[in-house]
């Protein structure tokens, strides 16, 4: 049964985007396993959906946080870094010891160098050679992102618009620069590094803070209400091509797509009512929206494309995925959730 999300705070679209999100990434790996029609990755696309996760995160949180300084007039840093230690430690530490008990078992080929830089979310700069825990930097991406964005705010809302429109200017030649002295491949953090992704996550903050402000422009509510919109979703995954062109791609194309994304996610929250918005908020594509943390988690595990093993087979890879994953929503994930509802009661009671 597909349980219903009608939380208040729930924003329209967001849970379907997060479900489109998790199909282009899994799309991406799923490419090259045994039995899968597709042999190569096609546009990048695991790369598009992590992109778009970055950037929800950044409208989501800095959401959040805007809205309790309207409220109380300041950030509660504690409650805030509790809501995300409960929200994200439970199932991301429950993977990484699944993982490490593999891999002490012989499974998997996994350093303890390696494993120990995913259990303290610096596996975007740290060499990985292991693929089941390879997907980890975009969530050491993430964890830096939220050590830094709250603090951001503290410095006041001018300040923080203004640094947060410096990070998309400057990311680009950052990203440029560090590639042409650092042009060898094997050096992630080049890449994966929060320097690197940080525009996305900025871009997305940047809707949080400008998104009423933007919608009383009537240019943009045309351009947004107009047919020809459907242009820029299409150019999001057509400027994935150019990754094989790293300095096009880390100098241009990455802030064009993330604006093309920001322009989506806005034009899909606004608009939940019509054809594409009745899809994004339909009762399967929400449950995949909320599965997608743990489905990111456990993929890795399955859609290996350089495994024999039968697991990483299609489809047994994706039921062996959809069954951890589901697992992990229900078993982990809600008792977490659970747990901080009950302990934010009880403090309410003695406040």
């Given at each position: 049964?597909?349980?219903?999300?009608?939380?208040?705070?729930?924003?329209?679209?967001?849970?379907?985007?997060?479900?489109?999100?998790?199909?282009?990434?899994?799309?991406?790996?799923?490419?090259?396993?045994?039995?899968?029609?597709?042999?190569?990755?096609?546009?990048?696309?695991?790369?598009?959906?992590v992109r778009v996760f970055f950037?929800?995160?950044?409208?989501?949180?800095?959401?959040?946080?805007?809205?309790?300084?309207?409220?109380?007039?300041?950030?509660?840093?504690?409650k805030f870094y509790y809501r995300r230690?409960?929200?994200?430690?439970?199932?991301?530490?429950?993977?990484?010891?699944?993982?490490g008990i593999l891999a002490l078992g012989g499974v998997l080929k996994l350093p303890f160098g390696e494993w120990l830089s995913a259990v303290f979310y610096i596996s975007n700069y740290a060499?990985?050679?292991?693929?089941?825990?390879?997907?980890?930097w975009s969530l050491a991406v993430e964890e830096q992102f939220y050590l830094l964005m709250p603090g951001l705010l503290f410095l006041g809302k001018r300040r923080a618009l203004?640094?947060?429109?410096?990070?998309?200017?400057l990311a680009p030649f950052v990203r440029l620069l560090t590639f042409t002295f650092f042009p060898d491949p094997d050096l992630r953090w080049v890449g994966f590094g929060f320097q690197a992704n940080a525009?996305?996550?900025?871009?997305?903050?940047?809707?949080?803070?400008l998104r009423q402000e933007l919608w009383r422009n009537t240019f943009y509510q045309k351009f947004l209400q107009s047919k020809i919109f459907v242009v820029?979703?299409?150019?999001?995954?057509?400027?994935?091509?150019?990754?094989?062109?790293?300095?096009?791609?880390?100098?241009?194309?990455?802030?064009?797509?993330?604006?093309?994304?920001?322009?989506?996610?806005?034009?899909?929250?606004?608009?939940?009512?019509g054809s594409v918005g009745k899809i994004l908020?339909?009762?399967?594509?929400?449950?995949?929206g909320m599965l997608s943390y743990s489905i990111y988690l456990w993929q890795q595990l399955f859609l290996n494309r350089q495994s024999p093993h039968l697991i990483n087979s299609f489809p047994l890879n994706l039921l062996l995925m959809a069954f951890c994953a589901i697992f992990s929503y229900y078993l982990i994930e809600k008792p977490a959730l659970k747990f901080r509802i009950s302990l934010e009661a009880v403090w309410k009671l003695r406040n």
């Open positions: 049964m597909i349980e219903k999300n009608n939380s208040p705070d729930r924003i329209p679209s967001l849970d379907g985007l997060r479900a489109v999100s998790i199909g282009l990434v899994l799309f991406a790996h799923l490419c090259g396993t045994a039995n899968f029609p597709v042999g190569h990755e096609v546009f990048n696309t695991g790369n598009l959906g950037i929800i995160s950044g409208f989501l949180i800095t959401g959040i946080l805007l809205r309790e300084i309207e409220k109380t007039g300041t950030v509660n840093l504690s230690t409960l929200r994200i430690f439970p199932a991301y530490y429950f993977f990484l010891g699944v993982v060499p990985i050679s292991n693929w089941e825990i390879g997907h980890t203004f640094i947060l429109c410096l990070v998309v200017l525009d996305s996550l900025a871009t997305g903050c940047l809707l949080a803070f820029i979703p299409v150019l999001a995954v057509l400027l994935n091509y150019f990754s094989d062109h790293p300095k096009i791609y880390y100098f241009v194309c990455i802030t064009l797509i993330n604006f093309c994304v920001v322009l989506c996610i806005d034009w899909a929250v606004r608009f939940p009512v908020n339909a009762r399967p594509l929400v449950f995949v």
